[in-house]
């Protein structure tokens, strides 16, 4: 027969024991969803990364060749103005002094202005399209909204970096806790059932409660 005070911390024992195990088991889980959760969002981190700088590179590419293109349109259409310009006062010029040689000269000013519009109206309606190849048709023709948009999306990916990156930054913390926590266990199961096991015991069961709540936190 079991004497009252040595069935009682028989039972506080094995409430000790048991506890401790659950925790164990706990800590064991909570650290394969850390562990996981570190990896899914280091991963997602550096693809959104990775689509942000390429779409950086792209946006740089996108502005400098539509400017360089619209730069050199703008400068070939003055051209051809000064050329039309240039004509129209050789020939009046022609006239009013009816000089033959003056006059002869603006028409063919003026056809060259002419044939040159023409050129340069031919091109900016093809510009951009076969034998030129999709990804430079873009470049050249890239508009003020499709830069926006490009940009937009750039952001969207910084955003979705940052959230990874807090989010691999928690899991990381959850698994310090964690660790914390194992140590904690095995102290406590080295002193056994007293009141620094129990203080152990405790304090190992804050650090994984406050690893649970990290980890709902990342899966969120």
Excluded at 18 to 47: E, K, P
Excluded at 98 to 103: A, E
């Amino acid at each position: 027969m079991i004497a009252p005070d040595s069935a009682a911390e028989l039972r506080a024992e094995r409430r000790f024991d048991m506890i401790a195990a659950v925790l164990i088991g706990c800590i064991a889980v909570l650290a394969a969803i850390l562990a996981y959760s570190q990896i899914d969002a280091s991963l997602a981190a550096t693809r959104a990364d990775m689509k942000a700088a390429r779409l950086a590179a792209d946006l740089s590419a996108r502005i400098s060749v539509s400017s360089q293109a619209l730069d050199s349109s703008l400068g070939a259409q003055q051209v051809a103005l000064m050329m039309g310009m240039d004509a129209a006062s050789r020939e009046l010029a022609g006239v009013k002094n009816n000089d033959g040689g003056t006059l002869a000269v603006g028409a063919a000013e003026d056809q060259a202005f002419t044939k040159l519009q023409k050129s340069l109206a031919a091109t900016s309606a093809t510009s951009g399209s076969a034998p030129v190849d999709v990804y430079t048709r873009g470049l050249l023709n890239a508009t003020t909204a499709d830069l926006e948009n490009e940009l937009a999306e750039q952001n969207h990916q910084v955003d979705l970096s940052n959230e990874a990156s807090s989010r691999e930054q928690r899991s990381v913390l959850g698994l310090s806790f964690l660790a914390l926590a194992g140590v904690l266990t095995g102290l406590a199961a080295v002193l056994r059932e007293g009141r620094a096991g129990w203080i152990s015991l405790v304090a190992a069961c804050a650090m994984a409660g406050g690893s649970g709540a990290l980890a709902l936190l990342t899966l969120a």
